[in-house]
């Protein structure tokens, strides 16, 4: 759905059914189709007037990850939309180009929700794609990737039911699912090609590369382009998490994507197929078929993508200590308390602003985390970082960011430039949906 002339779009939540698997139809959730949402296509700079209706019989809301706008349009817990309501906020865009999302974030549905397909991508578009020399034709050469697990019963049907450790190392299905398909495969020109890669999964991390060592080359983040190609041989994709990859398919050979299994904590990471397991062989997240009869646009890489790597000066940046916390003991998992998950000691409050931060000024936020890897997610800002484990950020995190996964501990640099109140605040969190769910997150006022 292209916006950016018109400035405006619909979102339509919506009940729906499909066959994933050839045999019984999964009851499912979308916005204007009965899974997922419809990729949006915005302007970069645009007073953007989203009209969101609530046709489901639960509350929900739409939450727009990436973008830098004012919490009172942020659509957190704070911005439900009740069964049979509209929402309709003017999302004041300005911001570069860039790859970004939307979701529910309804507080402690989050998860379910969004496994029931309440998800969509939205890129935004400054028009010059043609002029840096990067693949441009939406669903040819410019494809976007939105990846997800999902379980299955023996029905067929698309299946939540939570265990125990579900709940503890989040979700993590059996089946691989791009852009709400089983089994599906991508057709490209005999060129180069872009992958826009959302990892929409309640909390499997992947590790990206391709079956031939082919390597992939970043030119995208969270927030933005960079401003040259990075070549790497793999990439890890965190839950909430966005990357622009350029992929050479010039030899004309049939080649997969493919990941590592999850290891997100050792011993007890879940393994992609076959239950849960500390490690395993890749499986198959997509393979490619080339096109010999579409005449590939870009056949070169780019040198230079007019896109930045964030420089900011960290002296003087007002410091805070962020540590994501889980009860892992027994008695806690057996008494099914509501803190298992919390932030620096507090399990999330509605009623409780953890802090407050001044419009303006660089905020400092060094994020630990022990026992686990989490995604970590700050709403309203795109930050810079700095470091992780005390080492400079490896280099597929030198690019602004909106998400981090912190393995052990990171340090990022960040300034908020649009206002939240303390009635709607920004949000912090792990982007482990369940995580999310059960406590892991606080909130924020910038003023």
């Given at each position: 759905?292209?916006?950016?002339?018109?400035?405006?779009f619909?979102?339509?939540?919506?009940?729906?059914r499909v066959?994933?698997?050839?045999?019984?139809?999964?009851q499912?959730?979308?916005?204007?189709?009965?899974?997922?949402?419809?990729?949006?296509?915005?302007?970069?700079?645009?007073?953007?007037?989203?009209?969101?209706?609530?046709r489901l019989?639960?509350?929900?809301s739409?939450?727009w990850?990436?973008?830098?706008?004012?919490?009172?349009?942020?659509?957190?817990?704070?911005?439900?939309?009740?069964?049979?309501e509209?929402?309709?906020?003017?999302?004041?865009?300005?911001?570069?180009?860039?790859?970004?999302?939307?979701?529910?974030?309804?507080?402690?549905?989050?998860?379910?929700?969004?496994?029931?397909?309440?998800?969509?991508?939205?890129?935004?578009?400054d028009?010059?794609?043609d002029?840096?020399?990067?693949?441009?034709?939406?669903?040819?050469?410019?494809?976007?990737l939105?990846?997800?697990?999902?379980?299955?019963?023996?029905?067929?049907?698309?299946?939540?039911?939570?265990?125990?450790?579900?709940?503890?190392?989040?979700?993590?299905?059996?089946?691989?699912?791009?852009?709400?398909?089983?089994?599906?495969?991508?057709?490209?020109?005999?060129?180069?090609?872009?992958?826009?890669?959302?990892?929409?999964?309640?909390?499997?991390?992947?590790?990206?590369?391709?079956?031939?060592?082919?390597?992939?080359?970043?030119?995208?983040?969270?927030?933005?382009?960079?401003?040259?190609?990075i070549?790497?041989?793999?990439?890890?994709?965190?839950?909430?998490?966005?990357?622009?990859?350029?992929?050479?398919?010039?030899?004309?050979?049939?080649?997969?994507?493919?990941?590592?299994?999850n290891?997100?904590?050792?011993?007890m990471?879940?393994?992609?197929?076959?239950?849960?397991?500390?490690?395993?062989?890749?499986?198959?997240?997509l393979?490619?078929?080339?096109d010999?009869?579409?005449v590939?646009?870009?056949?070169?890489?780019?040198?230079?993508?007019?896109?930045?790597?964030?420089?900011m000066?960290?002296?003087?940046?007002?410091k805070?200590?962020?540590?994501?916390?889980?009860?892992?003991?027994?008695?806690?998992?057996?008494?099914?308390k509501?803190?298992?998950?919390?932030?620096?000691g507090?399990?999330?409050?509605?009623?409780?602003i953890?802090?407050?931060v001044?419009?303006?000024?660089m905020?400092?936020?060094?994020?630990?985390?022990?026992?686990?890897?989490?995604?970590?997610?700050?709403?309203?800002?795109?930050?810079q970082?700095?470091?992780?484990?005390?080492?400079?950020?490896?280099?597929?995190?030198?690019?602004?960011k909106?998400?981090?996964?912190?393995?052990?501990?990171?340090?990022?640099?960040?300034?908020?430039?649009?206002?939240?109140?303390?009635?709607?605040?920004?949000?912090?969190?792990?982007?482990?949906?369940?995580?999310?769910d059960?406590?892991?997150?606080?909130?924020?006022?910038?003023?």
């Open positions: 759905m292209d916006a950016t002339k018109s400035g405006a619909a979102l339509n939540a919506q009940h729906g066959n994933f698997l050839g045999q019984s139809e999964s499912t959730w979308g916005f204007n189709q009965p899974f997922l949402g419809p990729t949006l296509r915005v302007a970069t700079s645009a007073e953007a007037r989203a009209d969101v209706t609530n019989d639960e509350q929900i739409v939450h990850h990436g973008l830098v706008i004012p919490g009172d349009v942020d659509g957190g817990p704070h911005q439900t939309i009740a069964p049979g509209n929402w309709s906020p003017v999302l004041p865009i300005d911001q570069p180009a860039a790859t970004v999302w939307y979701h529910t974030h309804t507080h402690g549905e989050t998860a379910r929700q969004v496994y029931n397909g309440l998800a969509g991508v939205l890129q935004l578009s028009g010059l794609d002029d840096r020399g990067l693949p441009s034709t939406y669903g040819v050469d410019d494809l976007t939105v990846l997800q697990d999902r379980r299955f019963d023996q029905r067929g049907r698309m299946d939540y039911n939570l265990s125990m450790p579900d709940r503890m190392m989040g979700f993590m299905g059996d089946t691989m699912l791009v852009n709400g398909q089983v089994g599906a495969t991508a057709v490209v020109p005999k060129g180069i090609v872009r992958l826009r890669l959302l990892n929409g999964s309640n909390a499997r991390i992947y590790t990206l590369m391709m079956s031939d060592d082919r390597p992939l080359q970043l030119v995208g983040t969270d927030t933005g382009l960079l401003d040259r190609p070549t790497l041989q793999d990439l890890t994709l965190a839950p909430g998490e966005r990357y622009e990859l350029l992929v050479d398919f010039g030899d004309g050979g049939s080649v997969s994507l493919l990941s590592g299994q290891t997100n904590m050792g011993m990471g879940g393994g992609m197929m076959g239950g849960r397991q500390p490690s395993g062989p890749p499986f198959e997240v393979p490619f078929e080339v010999p009869t579409v590939a646009r870009i056949t070169t890489l780019p040198d230079d993508l007019g896109g930045s790597r964030p420089d000066d960290p002296v003087g940046a007002h805070r200590n962020v540590t994501l916390d889980m009860a892992m003991g027994p008695g806690m998992m057996m008494r099914g509501g803190n298992r998950f919390s932030i620096s507090q399990a999330f409050d509605m009623s409780r953890d802090m407050s001044a419009r303006g000024e905020e400092r936020w060094t994020i630990s985390a022990d026992m686990m890897m989490h995604p970590f997610h700050v709403h309203g800002v795109a930050f970082v700095l470091s992780e484990n005390g080492r400079p950020p490896k280099a597929q995190n030198t690019g602004w909106d998400t981090i996964l912190i393995n052990g501990q990171a340090d990022i640099l960040m300034k908020f430039d649009r206002p939240a109140s303390e009635s709607l605040p920004y949000m912090f969190h792990c982007h482990i949906l369940e995580h999310e059960g406590g892991m997150m606080g909130q924020f006022a910038v003023i």
